[in-house]
């Protein structure tokens, strides 16, 4: 069925996203019925700092048999240089996109920060993504602001040990786990954004999302972070929980430029990051590979 599905369509340019297409489409890269774009989000980060010895083949696999490659950030182009040497000369950055109608702030954002700050972390549960630096960073946070309140959402192999970590803090009645496919309503629920990546933040959905939502941002400093968080919409901070902690407090005791820097989350988002700009840039990719375009 699949395959009669895929005959009737005959697409010109078959465009992945994220390596578990990469896997499941497998079998079409053997059969090359269309031209293929592959979009690397992250993916050649991982191998170069976290897959095992099988992950990193099959991607590397997938990758030299990719008509063109996109990139998310300069720092994604390095990666794959360094993973796939060669293959660089086939990517195009593009920085990743959101959107802007569906991630927006629910209520005037003044009226919102007359109640306690919640502050949102949003990622995998993944070594690279940091959730156990956040949860030490909520316990020195609310040394400073006892009412506020976090909510950390997110799955994956560190869920264990993120839980175990809240408990022994003392956090359970400050931290909200949870997990949600449509992560708009809670971004609404948030006054922050801690976003604690170890190596690169540029091109983080969860950070773009909560940008768009109107939320002050405080991210690590790390890889390109720099080129979309600054002190106009929260803070760059190291890598630390007492780095974090400090940023968070500051824009938690501060509740107008709390909604000034998002106010102008929103406006950057709205200026850089939209659907519009990014299918602006991805459509020439598509017309190289288009006979007769």
């Known amino acids: 069925m699949l395959f009669r599905s895929w005959r009737q369509l005959r697409p010109d340019v078959v465009h992945l996203v994220l390596a578990p297409s990469f896997f499941a489409f497998a079998p079409w890269f053997l059969m090359r019925a269309a031209r293929t774009v ?20 099959a991607v590397r696999w997938a990758i030299a048999r990719a008509d063109r490659l996109v990139v998310c950030s300069a720092d994604e182009l390095v990666n794959l240089e360094v993973v796939a040497p060669g293959h660089s000369t086939r990517a195009t950055v593009i920085d990743n996109f959101t959107d802007t109608a569906r991630y927006r702030p ?19 549960l993944h070594p690279e993504k940091g959730a156990r630096l ?15 309140r976090a909510l950390l959402y997110g799955q994956g192999e560190e869920a264990e040990d993120v839980e175990r970590a809240i408990a022994s803090l003392g956090l359970a009645s400050v931290i909200e786990r949870g997990f949600a496919v449509d992560m708009a309503p809670i971004m609404a629920r948030g006054s922050i954004f801690v976003s604690c990546q170890m190596h690169e933040n540029l091109g983080s959905s969860s950070l773009l999302e909560a940008m768009a939502t109107g939320l002050a941002v405080v991210a690590t400093d790390v890889g390109a972070t ?12 190291p890598p630390s929980a007492a780095g974090i902690a400090a940023a968070v407090v ?15 989350a929103r406006a950057r988002v709205e200026a850089r990051y939209g ?8 459509l020439p990719v598509y017309r190289d590979l288009i006979p007769g375009d």
């Open 106 to 124: 629910a209520v005037d954002p003044a009226v919102s920060e007359a109640h306690a700050p919640v502050i949102i972390y949003a990622a995998r």
């Open 275 to 282: 659907a519009e700009g990014y299918v602006s840039k991805l």
């Open 38 to 57: 592959i979009t690397l989000a992250g993916e050649a980060r991982y191998m170069r700092h976290f897959y095992g010895t099988a992950k990193r083949l």
């Open 226 to 237: 720099r080129t979309i968080v600054d002190e106009k919409i929260g803070a760059v901070v």
């Open 134 to 148: 956040f949860v030490e960073a909520m316990a020195e946070v609310v040394k400073c602001v006892p009412t506020v």
């Open 250 to 264: 500051a824009l938690c005791l501060d509740p107008a430029r709390r909604v000034a820097c998002g106010v102008a």
